[in-house]
């Protein structure tokens, strides 16, 4: 890198064992592509919780030539961040698949996914009429009660998996979904056979 990397905290006591997980972990992301410019690393813990603890939240924000990409990793439905190495552990896997989606698409080999965008609520206000997704590609989508189809808002609640269509043009608020639509969750059947 151009930029020798950068790490904060925020309300989180800074660790010689944590400096160096991030030091690794950005090294392993320089695997990928070496032509990365300078990476910032911002860990938080602004959530108190009595019954949960901390949950910790990792952004990481890696420029590239004539791009940057961030990851902004704060599942609050993921009570294992609550240990900080697990928390980094995942933003840096989320910003590694895009990175490498970034290279794909730099380097003209975009890779085309069968079936719709997939993720999971997160938020739901039934009297106020929206909630927020978060999508299998990390993005924190909000949806209104009317992009819901094949069933009803009210039937929704966290952690319910779904479908996705997300609008093309963002607005102010972020990624928007025109489409969504309650999908069951996948189980893992130990008698089933591949096919």
């Known amino acids: 890198m151009e930029t020798p990397l950068e790490l904060a905290f925020r309300n989180v006591e800074s660790s010689d064992e944590i400096k160096a997980l991030v030091a690794q972990k950005v090294r392993h992301l320089e695997t990928f592509y070496d032509g990365i410019t300078s990476c910032h690393v911002f860990i938080s813990a602004p959530h108190k919780s009595q019954q949960k603890g901390d949950l910790y939240e ?3 924000e890696v420029r590239v030539p004539g791009d940057e990409l961030v990851v902004r990793h704060n599942q609050k439905d993921a009570p294992e961040h609550e240990h900080m190495p697990v928390a980094i552990r995942d933003a840096f896997a989320a910003m590694t698949r895009k990175v ?42 909000y949806f209104h009660e009317n992009s819901v189809v094949d069933g009803s808002f009210r039937d929704l609640q966290p952690r319910d ?35």
Do not use: F, N
Not at 163 to 190: F, H, M, N, W
């Open 100 to 141: 490498k989606r970034w290279k794909d698409k730099v380097g003209g080999d975009v890779k085309v996914h069968d079936g719709p965008l997939q993720g999971r609520v997160v938020e739901i206000y039934h009297d106020a009429g929206y909630g927020q997704i978060i999508a299998t590609d990390h993005r924190l989508v």
């Open 58 to 60: 990792v952004t990481i």
């Open 161 to 195: 998996t779904v479908e996705l269509v997300v609008q093309s043009d963002e607005s102010e608020i972020g990624p928007q979904a025109s489409t969504v639509r309650k999908i069951s969750a996948l189980r893992y059947d130990p008698k089933a056979r591949p096919a």
